[in-house]
């Protein structure tokens, strides 16, 4: 029984699908996630995947993957692999075997054939840019072609001819015959073939001819007896397409399509043509840089499939164009972090402190949960000795408002140890502070007046390479902008020669940290060229305790 009560919390999709299944419209739910393999996912497509297969669960029905692979395109196995991977690590699993476009393309010649035999379809010779030319504009109605009167033989011949590989590319297509005065540009003979020399990764060259997005979708739709076609708003003109193919050739079934917003994302883009756009530039390294907002590029950054998870039902399904805050995206990850990560002290621009009142050889350990709220996470002992290192920035020699850390002739708590007092600096010749000589009060490490800071004794001291990312755009909306490399973030990303606890080389299973007072980070399978861990940072701690 579906509660009505709960209605009015649903998405218009959701209550849509509801009504269906009570009406009896439809009775098992079917959906489909349909990536053209021409690049890598990004979190955009995590939306809908998230949207195709959790509807598909919530009401016992299938969601079939299959790739919109109806123009070839030289990169299609390698995006199709990892596809398939970026849907597995996110937490789906798709109804039966892959399914391909591509393997209908038969029946779609043949429902092509249909239209023509219906006079619905012709081959027009004009070029491309006269038939953008002829389309007319809003304002301004189509012309017909002149193509547009050859008669039902002349078309089936012209159409053979260019499935024989007898026509060039760019000569003829193949035009539903619909309506050139329509209001809607888009009914205005749409294209339904075109010719193409390329191999295909799947038909190899068996086929030079290739549907059209429009020809193509519905019928594969139709084909795997989709029920509810769950698409991005811009192809809401496309529906009327959509429509006229499946009530004009002789099929049984008729999906319904229905439009969302697409995701935006404050900073980013989630273009496939600009990412490549960044790629080509070498802004970023490849598609799974970490700065990206693919889901390669997010997993490599040490986001995890529950935080996009969680960060795609926390969007919703709308029809509202917006641009969703990036802050947004890394509450989700913060959220799980916080109860997940090992806790652990490191230094981004590290200053030597030595505590003058303790000899030499001194050392204490100081045994600290791992998790200042989970027990089951173990404990682990720091060192703290003569020699520590405090953040740069966590010292200054002047005391001033506000500032409630290391100051010369004041002191500061070092969490969990002591407190410290400075009382004297030594500098280079260039005016640096290279060193802070300090003195402890071992009698007292509860003392809360003062500011407390994250330190590292030498003893536990291991160089790392620290890397922060910032956003790699410096613009909101990049995809406002005409030349989105003028709007590049020189900065996104920043390498620290900083120092961790030399405990966090030696950990395999771990590989995600919180950094006390800086924010969370993930340890790179590889290391620096001398090296040296690398750890980069994932998402900043809460603003209000960040020291970075
Ligand atoms: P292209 O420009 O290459 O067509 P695309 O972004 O439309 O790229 P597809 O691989 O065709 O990518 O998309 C697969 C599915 O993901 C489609 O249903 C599409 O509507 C959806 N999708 C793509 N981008 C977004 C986005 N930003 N937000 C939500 N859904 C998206
Ligand atoms: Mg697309």
């Not at 193919?245 to 319904?256: F, G, R, T, V």
């Not at 969302?260 to 900073?267: A, G, I, T, V």
């Not at 505590?355 to 089951?376: A, F, S, T, V």
């Not at 973030?489 to 007072?517: D, H, V």
Request: one cysteine or more.
């Amino acid at each position: 029984m579906i509660n009505k009560k709960k209605n009015k919390y649903k998405s218009f999709i959701h209550k849509i699908i509801e009504n269906d299944l009570v009406h009896m419209k439809k009775k098992n739910i079917h959906t489909r996630f349909p990536p053209d393999p021409n690049g890598n996912l990004h979190i955009g497509h995590a939306k809908s995947i998230y949207i195709n297969f959790k509807i598909a669960e919530q009401y016992q029905g299938k969601c079939n993957l299959r790739f919109d692979d109806t123009y070839p395109h030289i990169n299609h196995k390698k995006y199709i692999n990892s596809i398939q991977k970026d849907i597995l690590w996110l937490g789906y699993q798709w109804n039966q075997k892959i399914r391909y476009a591509s393997q209908y393309f038969d029946k779609m010649y043949k429902y092509a054939i249909q239209l023509i035999k219906k006079n619905l379809a012709y081959v027009d010779k004009l070029k491309k840019e006269e038939i953008r030319i002829y389309r007319g504009t809003l304002k301004k109605p189509g012309i017909v072609s002149p193509y547009r009167k050859q008669t039902i033989e002349e078309n089936m011949l012209l159409f053979e001819n260019m499935k024989f590989g007898n026509i060039p590319e760019g000569d003829a297509c193949l035009r539903a015959k619909i309506d050139m005065q329509s209001n809607s540009i888009i009914m205005r003979d749409p294209i339904l073939y075109r010719i193409k020399f390329l191999e295909h990764h799947n038909t190899k060259n068996q086929w030079c001819i290739y549907p059209t997005y429009d020809f193509a979708h519905c019928i594969s739709d139709a084909i795997e007896g989709i029920t509810h076609s769950l698409c991005t708003l811009e192809f809401q003109e496309n529906k009327k397409i959509y429509n006229w193919i499946l009530n004009n050739i002789d099929i049984n079934h008729y999906p319904k399509q229905y439009e969302y917003s697409r995701l935006n994302l404050e900073y980013s883009t989630l273009s496939k043509r600009k990412l490549q756009i960044l790629i080509d530039n070498n802004i970023v390294d490849s598609w799974n840089d970490p700065r990206l907002p693919t889901l390669s590029g997010l997993r490599n950054r040490g986001y995890t499939p529950h935080a996009i998870r969680e960060f795609c039902k926390k969007v919703g399904i709308t029809k509202q164009d917006n641009l969703i805050e990036i802050s947004s995206l890394e509450s989700c990850i913060r959220k799980e972090l916080n109860i997940t990560a090992y806790r652990t002290m490191a230094i981004l621009n590290p200053i030597e402190i030595v505590i003058c009142n303790i000899p030499e050889k001194y050392i204490e350990k100081i045994k600290i949960l791992n998790h200042p709220k989970n027990k089951n996470m173990g404990y682990r002992n720091i060192i703290f000795s003569k020699i520590i290192y405090i953040e740069r920035n966590d010292f200054q020699e002047k005391s001033s408002k506000n500032y409630n850390r290391l100051t010369l002739g004041g002191s500061v708590k070092l969490k969990y140890s002591y407190i410290i007092t400075a009382n004297s600096i030594h500098k280079d010749c260039n005016n640096n502070i290279t060193r802070i000589f300090c003195t402890c009060d071992l009698t007292n490490k509860n003392k809360k007046k003062y500011g407390i800071i994250h330190w590292i004794s030498k003893e536990q001291a291991e160089q790392a390479q620290l890397i922060l990312y910032n956003h790699i755009f410096t613009t909101k909306n990049p995809n406002k902008k005409s030349n989105i490399l003028s709007y590049i973030n020189k900065n996104s990303k920043i390498i620290k020669n900083g120092l961790i606890n030399s405990e966090l080389k030696k950990q395999k299973k771990i590989n995600t940290y919180q950094f006390e007072r800086i924010g969370y980070f993930y340890k790179n399978k590889k290391f620096s060229e001398n090296k040296h861990p690398i750890i980069h940072q994932i998402v900043q701690i809460k603003k209000k305790n960040n020291i970075i």
